[in-house]
């Protein structure tokens, strides 16, 4: 794992190197720093009190697989130390080789947002990647989607259940003709009335409906469906010309509330209509060669374990790496799980104005969750501790190393597009269906999630490439887990060697080889940020 900053991660050490016994059968634990007092026990179901590793250290009480156990004797308010981060304090005396969990543990304050490092460890650009290619859709606009899907976009959730209807009808009776499109999506949400619709913050929902329906995969095919009553009017959503629903001076809309409808039936005829207008264009489209540097992916982890940041994660940051290299753009997200590691960022940050913009949105997501009388402590599951994380702090830590070594180009706001190149931070919420929704706004047309508890995650919208923390789970889910990052673990694979596997597996993808949620069309629904008022 390469080195993010003086309190990132290291290369994780398996504190007993291969030797006489099978791997299996011993006992393991993996530091993350030389400094770190405590490890993570590695083994498969975990290791009974009275565990003996080579070095020397005995287990005081069996620890599950992913928890830490004490490398030194705690005294009460003694710093814990993960990935050379103060990850909390002792609540109690610990001796040498107890399991450290959550309930023996204190967290620290967040760092404060003044008086942070700014563009002080900025990496050199890395050498250019050149000659790697994938098949995809080029677009009017310049954007490349590796997918060619129809979406259907709704301004309110009333016309959800006849637009499920619709499309059900749609993939039966059309698409059929039409070979060239892979699928139809409806984008249903729970937004458009019933809602502060002018307050400040509903600017954020609205454009990210918005900024959806131009996400490259959908061709720039924008067809929508009203109601007719609802707040968010389809001139809203396409106010300034941002949304192209106008085709030969007409307002390209399917309005359930117009008089010409007369009956159900009726409105699936004009939907059913529009449809195969926009069918018929996108069915034209063809795959051609584009470069890497057309690939913009979105890097996610839910279900997190102790593992995530020793083997997914990192794995990631160096294909992330590797694709910033190609000229990509790479977003990484989820503001709690980097909060606690804002020094990390500011000091990668390209530009003085990037570092401010990261701070300016901690400082947002700070407000917002003050406003809700709740801090960032809230974001941990007990999956996650259930998995060894004990709290957030330590959550963020493994999070981060997703973004890889390189400098931080941009940052965008929850709902924005980004048009820019490289590594950028778009500011989401850490709830895997809010920040994959939000990373559909910012313009992504792959995406790639890490899990170590496991989970069916997937988008309709952009084929997901989901990555196991841990050899077990990737057996377990076999036909769910795309990439097996647990060989890291065991000392099978390196984190390069599967960084490069993930990088060759996302331009196949991308090419039109479909993942494992994509086989099994497992779709989680959007869920819209909405900060403002619901009235």
């Known amino acids: 794992m390469q080195q993010t900053s003086d309190a990132a991660v290291a290369i994780p050490a398996v504190a007993n190197p291969p030797a006489q016994k099978p791997a299996a059968a011993r006992p393991l634990y993996i530091t993350m720093h030389p400094d770190d ?15 003996r590793f080579d070095c020397g250290l005995v287990l005081a009480e069996a620890v599950p697989q992913g928890h830490k156990v004490a490398l030194t004797d705690f005294a009460e308010g003694d710093p814990v130390v993960r990935y050379n981060v103060v990850i909390g304090h002792a609540a109690r005396a610990l001796p040498r080789g107890s399991w ?40 009017a606009d310049g954007s490349v989607g590796t997918r060619n899907i129809l979406a259907i976009t709704t301004t309110v959730q009333c016309v959800s259940g006849v637009v499920d209807y619709a499309v059900r009808r749609i993939k039966a009776e059309l698409l059929p003709k039409y070979p060239n499109v892979d699928d139809v999506v409806g984008l249903e949400h729970g937004y458009g009335c019933g809602v502060a619709i002018d307050a ?22 924008v067809m929508v469906v009203s109601l007719g009553c609802e707040k968010l009017q389809p001139a809203r959503l396409a106010s ?72 997914a994660n ?70 996650n501790k259930k998995g060894g994380l004990s709290n957030i702090v330590e ?81 377990r889910w076999h036909d769910l887990m795309d990439i097996d990052a647990g060989r890291i673990a065991t000392g099978e694979a390196t984190i390069e060697q599967v960084g490069w596997e993930l990088f060759h597996k996302m331009l196949d993808v991308a090419s039109g080889r479909k993942s494992w949620a994509e086989h099994y069309k497992l779709h989680n629904s959007l869920v819209l940020f909405n900060p403002a008022p619901v009235t």
């Not at 307002?251 to 207008?277: K, N, P, T």
């Open 37 to 51: 007092n405590v490890a993570i026990v590695a083994n498969d179901g975990g290791l009974p009190a009275g565990t």
């Open 100 to 139: 450290v969990n959550e309930r023996v543990l204190r967290m620290p304050e967040p760092p404060g947002l003044e008086n942070l490092p700014i563009c002080t460890r900025v990496p050199p650009p890395a050498p250019p990647l050149e000659g790697y290619t994938f098949e995809g859709y080029r677009n």
């Open 200 to 221: 400040k913050d509903a600017a954020i929902p609205i454009r990210t409906i918005r900024n959806i329906a131009l996400n490259p995969n959908f061709g720039g095919e």
């Open 240 to 311: 300034a010309g941002t949304i192209p629903i106008q085709r030969e001076g007409e307002l390209d809309v399917v309005c359930l509330q117009d008089e010409q409808h007369v009956g159900f039936e009726s409105m699936i005829d004009s939907i059913m209509a529009s449809a195969e207008r926009h069918l018929q264009r996108l069915n034209a489209r063809q795959r051609e060669t584009c470069p890497a540097s057309d690939l913009v992916v979105g890097v996610q982890c839910g279900g997190s374990d102790a593992f995530s940041g020793v083997t």
């Open 314 to 383: 990192p794995a990631v940051g160096f294909a992330a790496d590797l694709l910033v290299r190609a000229g990509a753009t790479v977003m990484f997200s989820e503001v709690t799980e980097v909060r606690d590691g804002i020094d990390q960022l500011t000091a990668r940050a390209a530009t003085p104005e990037v570092a401010q913009a990261l701070i300016r949105e901690m400082a947002w997501y700070d407000n917002y969750l003050q406003k809700g009388e709740v801090d960032r402590s809230a974001n941990t599951t007990p999956g």
């Open 395 to 475: 959550k963020a830590m493994g999070s981060i190393v997703k973004s890889g070594t390189g400098a931080i180009h941009g940052v965008s706001g929850p709902g924005e597009r980004v048009t820019q190149k490289g590594l950028i931070y778009a500011a989401t919420p850490a709830g895997d269906f809010v920040c994959g929704t939000l990373q559909l706004a910012a313009g992504i047309n792959l995406h790639i999630f890490t899990t170590g508890r496991g989970t069916p995650y997937g988008l309709a919208e952009v084929p997901v490439i989901k990555v196991a923390t841990r050899r077990d789970l990737a057996r």
